[in-house]
Structures are given as structure tokens and as C-alpha cells.
């Protein structure tokens, strides 16, 4: 259960409790809400999109429900019409990840290509190598899964957004878990990058603040070759669960992990939204048990038929969503921000996108919104990733973190997350 401290309290959603947070707000450099002035350049008329997701690399199982989502909103955007009466261009790039530097080839790419929009990357790590680039040249970058809480307050020039939450959500969520299940005595191995040692700190303050400890929180580098000799030396605090805050390199860590003794049944795993997959190779009940956080709200009825569209967008079934909607959400925003700025300039467009998502007349779909952003009426759009209500750091003030179990086959249910916790960050 989430426990009330000074700024925290407890409340009923989703059969849960949710969370209360206080994060940063923006500094005088970052984004805020205003009406789109005048005084920028025109655009040329077409709303140009590129992604920089990971078609390469060790976040590579989240470019297929990222890409997919993205497709499947240019698709329905271009069937309604499209923006300011034109269809969507769309670009995509590879992200990759820190080595090989694929990403600042790509960015150059997509703004030799003119694109008014970059949507990625998908790691926290990769998108803070390129941010400066991006929003140096004018340019919007919004990344539908950085959850690093170094982007809520950084120099941005107002061109930086997110629909994923803060892993200060996250961390809370994953480490109140932790002592929920009872466990007191808690390992943590994070990667030492932005996304890895943010989300570890939020875990470590949420286990010690509810009365458990940690036993060793392991950083270790991205590249790193060993990973026996840091399961040894995690073996040795002898741990009552493991939390695991890594990427693909995680498929190398669990066996080291097994050889020393650590078995998912002798210190059970946690996995988080960097490494819960459906795509381990492992043998049969290998992580039965294990649970795993990732950000993302339950699906209402109205919203089931969205899965079978992203599978449909992917050209087969999906092993699993992560990020999808996320990466719809930020298509759908995007181009409702051009029709209310009536330009595709990317300073006019994000002059106006927080306010795209709150505070004003609730719609939940492009179609039923983009009438009223051509009108000048004041929407917010609700999406399929959660209600958003960007805040003026330009990420979602409100999230959902949902909590997932494996089954014997080493796969996690989509339908049936263990439970759904909502959170604000305000």
C-alpha cells in the first residue's frame, strides 16, 4: 500500500492507492503555456514528423509498440483530413543507443529533412545526448517514454516534452511494492546512466521510508563485461528481493545472478519499464512470480479495440504494448497543438501543447478534438496513455503506474495487471 508522509496521502483510485508527489516545476527556460504569437516564422504548411526510436540497441523490443503507435496515429490523423489540411509527413530514425552514437546522425538527419517534431528517444540517457541539438535548432522533441526526473527542470527553451511520468512516480510505486510484499532487506542494480540511477534513488527513498533497507545498491556501467562478479558481490548482503533497473543487458545478469545462488524463488526479482518484456528466452519458470512496473493507464472498455489497432499498425500481434500509447498520445497532441496554433512552426506548436491537454472542454480521440482546436475552443484532450494534464515542465502532472506479474512461461499478462496505482505529481 502507498503510506501518507508529510507529502504524501493516500487515495482510492483503481482499487489502489494513489500517490501524491511533489516534483520540481520549471526553470524560466522551460516550457510553458501561452497563445501562439505572431511574431513567429510561418511555417511551410505540412506538419513533418520524425521518430527516433530504437530500431537497434538494448532497448530494442520497445521500437515495435512505440513505432506501431506512432503509424497507427498519423494514419488516423491523415484519414480525418490531416493538419491544417495537409497530410502528416513521417520520418523515422534510428535512436539506437550511447555506443554506437546512432542518435546525433539521425537528429541531422531529421533536421536536414526539415522535421518540425522529433518524437524519442526512447531512453532517458540517449535523448539527454541529443535534447540541445534538437530544441538548439527550434525544433520540438517529445519522447513518449523519458522518465529520467532530470528532464522536469531542464533548459529547454520551452521544446521539450514527455507523456511518460517521472520515475520519481515510478521509484515510489516499485518500492512501496517491495515492502508491501514484505520484503526488508532489498537489493537494487541500476545501469549508471540518467534513467538507472534516478529511478534507483526514487526506489531506495520509497524502500527506507517505509521501514525497509537496502542491502546494496549496485551501479554498474552500461558496457559492463562482468556481471558475475557483481551478482557475487550482491550475493554477499544476502538480499531478500533484487530490483532490476536495467535494459536488454539484464538478460545477461539474471544467469550470473542464478549461478550465485540468487534465484527469482530465493530473492525474488522486480523488474521495471526498462526490462519488463515478454521476449526472455529463458527456461520455463525461470521468473514465475517476478512482478514488474511500467507506466501506462488500464484500458476502458471503450479504449480495448486500441491493442488489436497497434497490432494491426505492427503488421502481426505484439508481444507486448509498452509505450504505445504513449507514442500515439504524442502524435495526437502534436497535431491538435498545430490546428489550435494554425501553423506548424514547432515554437507556435509548443506555445500552445500543454495547454492542448488541460483545462479545458474534455475530448478523448483526434477526431472529436480537432474541431474544436480549429475553432480556437480551449480542449483538453484526455489520451490513451492517461489524462496527461501537462504541467508547465511539459509532462503529464497525473500518471498511472501499473504493476504486472509473470506467469510459468516467463510472460506477463497485458490484460491483467496485478493492480493499477494513480499518481500526481504536482
Not at 509498452?322 to 506548436?349: C, R
Amino acid at each position: 500500500m502507498i503510506r501518507p508522509t508529510p507529502v504524501w496521502r493516500a487515495l482510492a483510485v483503481l482499487g489502489a492507492a494513489a500517490l501524491v508527489l511533489t516534483a520540481c516545476g520549471g526553470d524560466d527556460e522551460g516550457t510553458s503555456a501561452s497563445s501562439p504569437s505572431a511574431t513567429f516564422p510561418a511555417g511551410d504548411g505540412t506538419l513533418t514528423l520524425g521518430t527516433l526510436l530504437p530500431q537497434t540497441g538494448d532497448l530494442a523490443f520497445l521500437n515495435p509498440p512505440m513505432i506501431a503507435g506512432v503509424k497507427l496515429a498519423v494514419s488516423e490523423i491523415n484519414a480525418a483530413g490531416g493538419v491544417l489540411d495537409k497530410q502528416i509527413t513521417q520520418i523515422d530514425t534510428d535512436s539506437g543507443d550511447d555506443s554506437p552514437d546512432l542518435a546525433n546522425p539521425s537528429v541531422d538527419e531529421l533536421l536536414q529533412k526539415n522535421a518540425d517534431a522529433i518524437i524519442g528517444a526512447a531512453a532517458s540517457g540517449v535523448s539527454l545526448n541529443v535534447i540541445d541539438k534538437i530544441t538548439g535548432a527550434k525544433r520540438i522533441q517529445l519522447s513518449p517514454s523519458n522518465t529520467s526526473p532530470a528532464f522536469t527542470t531542464y533548459k529547454d527553451n520551452g521544446l521539450y516534452f514527455r507523456t511518460a511520468p517521472s520515475d520519481a512516480l515510478q521509484g515510489r510505486v516499485l518500492g512501496d511494492l517491495m515492502i508491501e510484499d514484505g520484503r526488508q532487506n532489498v537489493a537494487i542494480i541500476a545501469r549508471q546512466d540518467a534513467y538507472g540511477t534516478g529511478l534507483a534513488d526514487a526506489t531506495e527513498a520509497a524502500i527506507t521510508s517505509g521501514g525497509g533497507s537496502v542491502a546494496i545498491k549496485k551501479i554498474y556501467a552500461p558496457d559492463a563485461a562482468d556481471f558475475a562478479s557483481i551478482a557475487a558481490e550482491v550475493k554477499g548482503t544476502n538480499p531478500d528481493a533484487i530490483a532490476l533497473i536495467t535494459f536488454e543487458e539484464g538478460t545477461q545478469l539474471i544467469p550470473e545472478l542464478i549461478e550465485a545462488g540468487l534465484t527469482n524463488k530465493k530473492a525474488p526479482y522486480y523488474f521495471v519499464d526498462g526490462n519488463l518484456s515478454n521476449t526472455y528466452d529463458f527456461p520455463k519458470g525461470t521468473l514465475e512470480g517476478a512482478k514488474g512496473t511500467r507506466p501506462g493507464a488500464k484500458l476502458t472498455a471503450e479504449q480495448e479495440s486500441f491493442r488489436p489497432k497497434l497490432d494491426e499498425a505492427n503488421g502481426g500481434k505484439l508481444d507486448d504494448y509498452s509505450y504505445g500509447a504513449e507514442s500515439y498520445d504524442a502524435v495526437v497532441i502534436i497535431a491538435l497543438a498545430a490546428e489550435m496554433a494554425k501553423s506548424d512552426n514547432p515554437q507556435a506548436i509548443a506555445a500552445v501543447l500543454n495547454d492542448i491537454t488541460r483545462g479545458g472542454t474534455k475530448c478523448t480521440s483526434y477526431a472529436q478534438c480537432v474541431d474544436l482546436a480549429k475553432a480556437g475552443t480551449d480542449l483538453d484532450y484526455d489520451g490513451i496513455s492517461g489524462p496527461l494534464e501537462f504541467s508547465d515542465s511539459g509532462e503529464p502532472s497525473k500518471a498511472t503506474i501499473g504493476i504486472f506479474q509473470y506467469d510459468a512461461n516467463n510472460r506477463y499478462d497485458e490484460a491483467n495487471a496485478v493492480k493499477y496505482v494513480e499518481g500526481s505529481l504536482e
